[in-house]
């Protein structure tokens, strides 16, 4: 890796959605040499690395203003298809590669990788993990994601599960790393503000129907009609018309059209953690939000008044202290949590957060100065050890089963004309729009 007096090291994040856009481009800024570490966390700082970002072109393409409230400008910023994004990986120079993507994604670009860099002696360390806590399709998503340089956990306990799986199938496990989630931070919990403020954060898809949305609601509005002395703030991920990770077909800024919620409730958007700087108590189904605020010391509460679900993806709250009903919240209930739990989650509480990602940093280091490069890309997955399932995965991306473009893949020797960029955007534009609202319709329709 190069040193504080040499040439910057070079990094390239590729991200499909406004939530791992955020990881990928935090966990840069976290595994970066140099200062930055502390730039990460300073929006004036100056970024100890050359940051590309590659914007994987779907429905859930971040928008301007989502990419803004990650707090990380890339010295570069671009939309791209797979194919479009491999041929950059193979004409240009990059130390590291941060794959913030989808499981199937992450496999694709791995095998797509491989392809492209089969004539070069030299290739950037491929990095990539998850966005959030893994409650769901462990051994689907890690299977995908194995034969990237380091797979990051961003726990104890995910490392220690992500070991097991690669290890339970004959897989090499050494990429599995131990960090933590790489936004968080903030100030320490110092105690009540004025006025005291409940804060809800929602999540795209949990719960996805609308009687449990609106119970949510409901029940949020009730406790803000209850305390009228607080200020109760529905958390939003997204403004109308804005798509992200999880498609959101009953949008919350919806419901509460039907609603009459008092004067001490309103709906906020932006940065989660300038959310948290004035919240005295989180309240969440199953969000990593819960775990910001718990590195941070804020009372945090994890709902059961939909019951303790593997689909809710509170369950992995079991244990944690933090489990409480609106009932007991109304009451003045202030869950503690348990202090082992929360630190099995990587949630530093003891200060040790500014060394999460130092045997990231490390491992990096050693893979960029290991004599004669490094080896080929070797995923899991490949047309022998899984021929009806790698297959179709990478031909979602136009890709073979070798990782080659396939006839008539979308890739460009250039950059698309005005009039090209204007039918792309009204394509792009139409699509979302039939995911987002004329699918859901359909689909209520089928059920009828």
């Not at 100056?46 to 971040?62: C, H, I, N, V």
């Not at 109760?232 to 949008?251: C, D, F, M, Q």
């Not at 990587?346 to 893979?367: H, K, M, N, P, S």
Request: hydrophobic letters at 40%; proline letters at 7%.
């Amino acid at each position: 890796m190069p040193s504080s007096t040499s040439k910057p090291t070079r990094i390239a994040v590729l991200a499909d959605s406004d939530t791992r856009w955020k990881w990928g481009a935090l966990t840069a800024a976290r595994i970066a040499p140099g200062p930055s570490m502390e730039a990460a966390e300073r929006d004036d700082a100056q970024l100890g690395f050359e940051l590309s970002g590659f914007l994987l072109r779907g429905r859930a393409t971040p928008t301007a203003r989502q990419l803004a409230e990650v707090g990380v400008t890339a010295d570069s910023l671009r939309e791209v298809t797979s194919v479009e994004f491999l041929r950059a990986m193979a004409e240009e120079e990059y130390d590291v590669l941060v794959l913030a993507l989808v499981g199937g994604g992450v496999q694709a670009m791995l095998h797509g990788l491989k392809h492209a860099w089969r004539d070069r002696t030299s290739r950037p360390v491929v990095v990539t993990g998850y966005v959030g806590v893994v409650y769901e399709k462990l051994a689907d998503g890690l299977l995908l994601r194995h034969g990237a340089d380091l797979v990051l956990a961003n726990s104890r306990q995910d490392a220690e599960r992500f070991r097991s799986v690669y290890e339970g199938v004959g897989a090499d496990a050494a990429s599995v790393t131990e960090v933590a989630l790489p936004f968080l931070g903030g100030e320490t919990y110092a105690g009540e503000h004025e006025p005291c403020t409940v804060v809800f954060a929602v999540q795209p898809s949990v719960p996805d129907n609308r009687r449990d949305r609106v119970y949510l609601l409901d029940r949020l509005i009730r406790h803000a009609r209850l305390h009228p002395e607080r200020e109760v703030l529905l958390k939003l991920r997204s403004r109308p018309g804005e798509h992200t990770t999880h498609i959101e077909e009953l949008p919350y800024q919806k419901l509460v059209q039907r609603l009459d919620p008092p004067d001490n409730f309103r709906l906020v958007y932006g940065n989660m953690g300038e959310v948290l700087d004035r919240t005295d108590l989180l309240v969440t189904i199953s969000s990593t939000a819960a775990l910001e605020s718990l590195h941070r010391r804020i009372p945090t509460a994890v709902l059961t008044d939909l019951g303790i679900r593997e689909v809710l993806g509170n369950h992995h709250f079991v244990g944690s202290g933090c489990l409480a009903s609106w009932d007991q919240l109304d009451a003045g209930h202030r869950p503690v949590p348990d202090e082992e739990w929360v630190a099995r989650q990587g949630v530093a509480v003891d200060g040790t957060y500014a060394t999460a990602f130092d045997a990231a940093r490390q491992r990096i280091a050693e893979l960029l100065a290991q004599p004669g490069g490094l080896a080929p890309l070797a995923p899991y997955y490949t047309p022998a050890t899984a021929p009806g399932y790698q297959p179709g995965i990478l031909a979602r991306h136009h890709l073979g089963p070798d990782g080659s473009p396939l006839p008539g893949a979308p890739a460009h020797d250039k950059e698309p004309g005005p009039v090209r960029q204007i039918v792309r955007r009204a394509a792009r534009g139409a699509y979302r729009h039939g995911v987002q609202r004329v699918a859901p319709v359909i689909r209520r329709m089928g059920e009828l």
